[in-house]
């Protein structure tokens, strides 16, 4: 069985990718982490307020800003030990390159060009394979724009590029007022990949004490939907690679992401649930269901779901909606005409 794939100009020996999380945060982890099968491991975030805290720039919202970041300090439970900062970061990834023969990816998480370029070209020079732009805030500024939202993305992008000569993916957010126009001027601009999507960590409030809760869960197998959807769709139409992260919790979102055509797939909540082993069992039960069914490469499932090769494109789109909504039955209509009617539940 092949499993190898190409992801952004790195060659895996299979898709499953771990993601940033935790478990990168050390020597030990990414070791273990390569032990057990991950074809390439995503570092923990190095965050710019962390860069800016080490260079004494200024103090960027270090309280109430930094957990409504992905992979931030709340993201998993409390660790004993404190944050790594630029420096250790980088000194981690010389010996992760080092001590492993796996791709290393290195994460930026930001919102600004200030202290991403610098670090962009010493991560470079550590020895990463690529770089991964975790590039997210909330524009609470009524004033601003759409494209000056957008346009963040593209200046950091360009920056970095301009810096490094490693593959560059973005970590996308959701929420664009057109996804799949942007996904494509990335792609214009030189992105080498692009990871749909990034997994906010909106905050709660504790309603003993008043104050914000910036407690989260792990993920769950529901969240692939809206990934599932713009990489079926991307698919073919864009020159970066896809890279799908959210909900994998076993082979079955890993082979539908590979059918809708990603050419990888990240996981981390469920390595953190079950440990870093359990991707040899993710591995294996994907190589399986693709012998069983008389598969020899993931290159003859990558795509066959995707928008650009399913008979009726619309069922991915809004005919699917409908169809959705009329495939529920009212649990209190026992005996009344029109159960699951779309009629029903308007």
Not at 185 to 190: A, T, V, Y
Request: hydrophobic share 40%; aromatic share 8%; glycine share 6%.
């Amino acid at each position: 069985m092949d499993l190898s794939t190409d992801y952004m100009g790195l060659k895996l020996k299979h898709p499953i990718v771990a993601s940033s999380s935790p478990l990168s945060d050390s020597l030990e982890g990414i070791k273990l982490l390569e032990d057990s099968g991950a074809s390439a491991v995503v570092m923990y975030s190095l965050f710019e307020e962390q860069i800016r805290r080490d260079n004494e720039a200024f103090d960027f919202l270090l309280q109430s800003g930094t957990e409504s970041f992905a992979e931030s300090l709340n993201y998993f439970p409390h660790l004993d030990t404190e944050p790594k900062g630029p420096e250790q970061y980088l000194n981690l990834v010389r010996k992760a390159v080092e001590a492993t023969d796996i791709p290393i990816i290195a994460s930026l998480n930001g919102v600004t060009n200030e202290g991403w370029i610098d670090y962009a070209k010493q991560i470079q020079q550590a020895g990463a394979s690529a770089l991964e732009l975790n590039v997210y805030f909330i524009p609470t500024d009524l004033e601003m724009t759409p494209v000056a939202v957008e346009q963040c993305y593209f200046d950091i992008l360009k920056a970095v590029k301009s810096a490094v000569s490693i593959p560059v993916a973005i970590k996308l957010s959701p929420f664009f007022s057109a996804t799949g126009n942007m996904a494509k001027r990335l792609d214009e601009e030189g992105v080498d990949a692009l990871i749909l999507f990034n997994r906010f960590y909106q905050p709660d409030i504790n309603l003993e004490t008043l104050t914000i809760d910036p407690h989260t869960e792990l993920s769950t197998p529901a969240e692939i939907r809206l990934p599932l959807l713009w990489i079926a769709v991307l698919y073919g139409q864009i020159k970066a690679s896809l890279a799908a992260s959210r909900g994998v919790h076993s082979s079955t979102e890993i082979i539908k992401y590979l059918m809708v055509g990603a050419d990888v797939v990240m996981v981390a909540s469920i390595l953190m649930k079950n440990g870093p082993q359990y991707l040899q069992v993710l591995l294996n039960e994907t190589e399986q269901w693709l012998s069983a069914r008389g598969y020899h490469s993931i290159n003859e499932v990558r795509g066959m779901m995707s928008r650009q090769r399913i008979k009726n494109p619309g069922a991915l789109e809004r005919v699917n909606y409908i169809k959705v909504l009329e495939s529920f039955e009212n649990p209190f209509a026992s005996g009344i005409a029109g159960t699951g009617n779309l009629k029903s539940y308007r």
